[in-house]
């Protein structure tokens, strides 16, 4: 089974710049989760789809995030425009149920 | 929201000893608390969750117990090896309750560092 597929692994961009990541979530999976990990620290929710409906962007910066989720399947994370303190590793996760989450690679951004 | 404390921040211990990490959480609602690994530059993986009608889940050297009275649930490792060492997190799930379905709401981790 293939796992969750994040692009891309890095990058580098300067402040106020803008940056997109895209996710493709484990086949059949319904629930899709970005989340933020900043270095030293565990995982930070951004948002949560169910399909393709936002269930979750409570911690979501809308000023400067966004995110989608067309047809329920893949997923893109947006961030206009870019602050020093958005360099963190950006993580999508996946689930079939409730529970289990199954994390892809992540996209390293670091931000100059 | 829900708040996890996880403790130590750092641990070491030698290869063929055992390991805890213990986490307390805030929201008697959780219902479901995972354990992910993850090695340095990798993704988290899950090892081990238990559920709130379960008190203790073993699997092979790994083990978590919850203790839903006290809100806090710990991970054993016994007979560590070198491969154990990564940074472990603890995790905690209020699902089932509207809008936060399936949510994991995450400790800051633990470094684990097994010497041989």
């Known amino acids: 089974e293939a796992g969750v597929a994040q692009s891309p692994r890095y990058k580098i961009i300067e402040k106020r710049q803008s940056v997109a990541f895209w996710c493709n979530p484990i086949s059949g999976h319904a629930t899709l989760y970005w989340y933020q990990q900043i270095l030293g620290q565990g995982p930070k929710l951004l948002i949560q789809?169910?399909?393709?409906?936002?269930?979750?962007d409570s911690q979501l910066p809308k000023d400067r995030f966004s995110a989608e989720r067309l047809k329920g399947v893949d997923s893109t994370l947006k961030i206009q425009p870019a602050k020093l303190e958005d360099s963190a590793v950006y993580l999508c996760?996946?689930?079939?149920?409730?529970?289990?989450?199954?994390f892809g690679p992540g996209t390293r951004l670091t931000v100059t | 929201g829900e708040n996890v404390e996880q403790h130590p921040s750092t641990l070491s211990v030698q290869e063929g000893d055992s390991a805890v990490i213990k986490c307390t959480y805030s929201d008697s609602a959780s219902n479901y608390f995972p354990w992910y690994k993850q090695e340095l530059g990798k993704r988290p993986q899950l090892i081990i969750d238990i559920r709130s009608n379960v008190g203790e889940k073993k699997d092979q050297r790994i083990a978590v117990t919850l203790n839903k009275t006290a809100k806090h649930f710990s991970l054993h490792i016994t007979e560590t090896q070198p491969e154990d060492s990564a940074v472990y997190f603890c995790?905690?799930?209020?699902?089932?309750?509207?809008?936060?379905?399936?949510?994991?709401?995450f400790g800051r981790g633990t470094q684990l560092t097994v010497w041989p």
């Open positions: 996760a996946s689930s079939l149920g409730a529970h289990e989450q199954y």
């Open positions: 995790a905690a799930s209020i699902a089932g309750r509207g809008s936060t379905l399936g949510r994991l709401y």
């Open positions: 789809f169910q399909n393709n409906g936002v269930v979750d």
